[in-house]
């Protein structure tokens, strides 16, 4: 039985599809159902870290990541979209597979890259403020 986050998932990833438009070139990922899901039945979390890893690696060179998959990286979707791992508890956005780590009881992003995305962050908001001042 499928449960509902997953029907969800698969709900949204065909209507993101059915908007995008089409591209003569196969995406690298077709035919890996499982590899850039969110959980699989039965794997450990070091076991899933590793095969976020692996999806993402291949997504890198694609010829769609540009385009298609950073747009499916917006929607509701769980797993890797466009070399990024979609829909984290307790994440903001997309987050690159190789700043995760296993810390007992969820994923956590390591030391250096919290720094570097709470310094992105303040950039941002920095941004934002001389441009409304």
Known sequence: MVDKHRRKGVIALRAALA??????????CAGLAPL????????????QLARWRSAALICEGCPLMSTACTALAG???????AGRVVGLFG???????????????????HAVA?????????????ARRQATA
């Open 75 to 81: 929607t509701d979707l769980r797993g890797v979209v």
């Open 114 to 126: 919290r720094r570097r995305r709470q310094r992105q962050s303040a950039r941002r908001l920095a």
């Open 91 to 109: 994440q903001r956005g997309p987050v690159d597979p190789g700043d995760l780590e296993w810390c007992g009881e969820r994923f956590t992003m």
């Open 36 to 47: 850039h899901d969110f959980e699989v039945p039965g794997e450990t979390p070091t076991e």
């Open 19 to 28: 908007e995008l438009p089409r591209y003569p070139h196969r995406p690298r």
